[in-house]
């Protein structure tokens, strides 16, 4: 809406656009931090001028798909300055509606073999090379993860790598927010539909809500109106899942492949577990 916004005052200066409309599209951008019902505006000035601001290489970044450099800040040291602690979860909220959630403990774990959470802040004298075709790039906000310095082959799941960041708040997990989201409560805990679930919070929750449950609103619903079990042989679905053009395309498709190094055959086999035992869970 702001580039929106931005255009029309740009190319058609009516008079119906306030100086106030006008004040907000020449804004600069904003990332908000959310914690206890407060809310932290910090622009990419306020960031960029921040003494912990470090040069950093990232060899493989997910967006980009090769070594990326960056001006960055460790994302616990900003969290810590604004009050927030390794309790529950943070949430990521991007511009385009993906919004995946965090473990706070992931984000504050310092030990040398996890890898490790850095704000990289885009410049506004130096903007980072376009991801669509409209021209927009992985800022002003992204979080990246450089590897721990005993693990250097470890890096965090392809979903854990938000750009376009607009808000980061502190919350509790998803599955106390959206309780819709859990498997039958009397499934044992051994039923691979509990390891399933755990893999659709990281894989798959960012972009999907399961009976209404969840913040994202990039993909489709899960379970509402019928389950992708319902209408995909296991097969197909796992096809869909590997690599979606497989299957289908479509203008504007987001949707990335998983390959077995991110999930494994096991683990697709205990994801669909889940979502076919969340058909006997549709809320309507």
């Given at each position: ?5 931005l ?6 200066p009516?008079?119906g656009?306030t ?10 951008p ?8 407060q809310i932290?505006r ?7 001028a ?13 967006a980009?798909?090769r ?15 604004n ?7 943070f ?26 959470p ?9 903007p ?7 021209g927009?790039s992985a800022?002003?906000?992204y979080?990246?993860w450089?590897?721990?310095k005993?693990a250097p082959?470890t ?14 708040e ?5 599955e ?13 805990k ?14 798959c929750i960012?972009c ?5 449950g ?9 379970n509402?109106?019928h389950?992708p079990?319902e ?5 197909f679905l796992?096809?869909l899942i ?11 498709m ?8 991110t ?17 006997k869970q549709?809320?309507?």
């Amino acid at each position: 809406m702001t580039r929106l916004i931005l255009l029309l005052a740009l190319l058609l200066p009516m008079p119906g656009i306030t100086a106030t409309a006008r004040a907000a599209a020449d804004a600069p951008p904003t990332l908000e931090l959310q914690r206890d019902g407060q809310i932290v505006r910090l622009t990419p000035a306020l960031l960029l001028a921040r003494p912990d601001l470090a040069r950093i290489t990232i060899p493989n970044d997910v967006a980009y798909k090769r070594a990326m450099d960056y001006r960055a800040l460790p994302l616990r040291n900003l969290l810590r300055d604004n009050g927030f602690t390794a309790e529950g979860t943070f949430n990521f909220l991007a511009l385009d509606g993906f919004a995946v959630p965090i473990d706070a403990a992931r984000v504050f774990n310092e030990a040398s073999n996890s890898p490790q959470p850095w704000l990289a802040v885009e410049e506004p004298s130096a903007p980072w090379p376009a991801l669509s075709p409209d021209g927009s790039s992985a800022g002003p906000f992204y979080l990246v993860w450089r590897a721990g310095k005993d693990a250097p082959d470890t890096t965090a799941p392809p979903e854990h790598w938000p750009f376009q960041i607009a808000v980061i708040e502190q919350t509790i997990p998803p599955e106390q927010r959206y309780p819709q989201i859990l498997p039958d409560l009397t499934l044992p805990k051994h039923h691979p539909a509990w390891e399933g679930f755990a893999l659709y919070k990281t894989h798959c929750i960012a972009c999907h809500k399961i009976n209404g449950g969840g913040d994202a609103v990039l993909g489709p619903d899960l379970n509402l109106p019928h389950n992708p079990t319902e209408y995909f042989t296991a097969a197909f679905l796992k096809k869909l899942i590997r690599n979606p053009a497989q299957v289908r395309k479509w203008n504007g498709m987001k949707m990335p492949g998983f390959d077995a190094q991110t999930l494994s055959d096991e683990e697709l086999d205990a994801l669909l577990a889940y979502l076919n035992a969340m058909v006997k869970q549709r809320q309507p």
